[in-house]
């Protein structure tokens, strides 16, 4: 369920606010994009009605280090480039970072705004 899914992620959640590229592999690397779909993922449960108040303290946490991977110009850093849909984890401990790409700057906008739905 969508609810078993959200809590493996919070168990999942790093102290520093982020995700591993695959969220349970340290040596996959940091993507900044992993925490920017879950905020919006968290917020709009929130909003809607299918996570619990709970959830809020992980989205504003997730959001937050999303917020400190955005430069000065608006666009979120730390989003890794393109690689291939893979079931072998160690395909993404390769993969470079620091890329302008739409899979990372679309969820930085839509965590935006559901982030800012939950805050009024």
Do not use: M
Request: charged share 15%; with cysteine.
């Amino acid at each position: 369920s969508v609810v078993s899914l959200a809590d493996a992620l919070v168990g999942l959640h790093r102290d520093d606010g982020g995700w591993y590229a695959v969220v349970n592999d340290p040596g996959s690397g940091d993507e900044s994009s992993t925490a920017a779909f879950a905020a919006a993922g968290f917020a709009r449960g929130l909003v809607s009605g299918v996570l619990s108040g709970s959830f809020a303290e992980p989205a504003r946490r997730a959001w937050q280090y999303v917020s400190d991977q955005i430069d000065g110009t608006g666009v979120l850093g730390g989003v890794s480039a393109a690689v291939w849909p893979c079931t072998v984890q160690s395909h993404y401990a390769h993969a470079p970072t620091g890329f302008v790409v739409p899979w990372g700057q679309g969820p930085a906008l839509v965590a935006a705004n559901w982030i800012r739905q939950i805050e009024k």
